[in-house]
């Protein structure tokens, strides 16, 4: 059985720093880190930030600059820097991953930017 969990979110003021971490666990013989999406109330699950071919990142215009996708392979682990935080980054971020070669989303962790 596999697991994946996000894990990091929080409250934050305007300008503040998260980190989150999207871990796999369970009978894993492939894995693959995919994306980080997000979903406010009332509005569509939209992408954040994606790896490409090979080690290639890229990032949707509203966050280039102030987030950074990585992965640790090796821990079975993608993680999410998010700098300068805004209101407007206020969701629920989950991530998407490949394992075994299925997809699979975690439960979310909640981001919640005010003052």
């Known amino acids: 059985q596999v697991q994946v969990v996000e894990s990091g979110g929080g409250s934050v003021q305007p300008g503040g720093s998260l980190r989150l971490s999207c871990a796999a666990s369970g009978t894993i013989f492939s894995f693959r880190a995919l994306a980080w999406y997000r979903q406010a109330p009332g509005k569509q699950r939209e992408v954040v930030a994606f790896f490409t071919n090979g080690d290639s990142t890229d990032y949707k215009d509203f966050v280039k600059g102030r987030f950074t996708i990585s992965r640790d392979n090796a821990k079975k682990t993608m993680y999410l820097q998010m700098n300068s935080l805004k209101p407007e980054d206020t969701a629920l971020y989950l991530c998407?991953?490949?394992?075994?070669?299925?997809?699979?989303w975690g439960q979310g962790t909640q981001v919640t930017v005010s003052s």
């Open positions: 998407n991953v490949n394992i075994n070669s299925n997809p699979y």
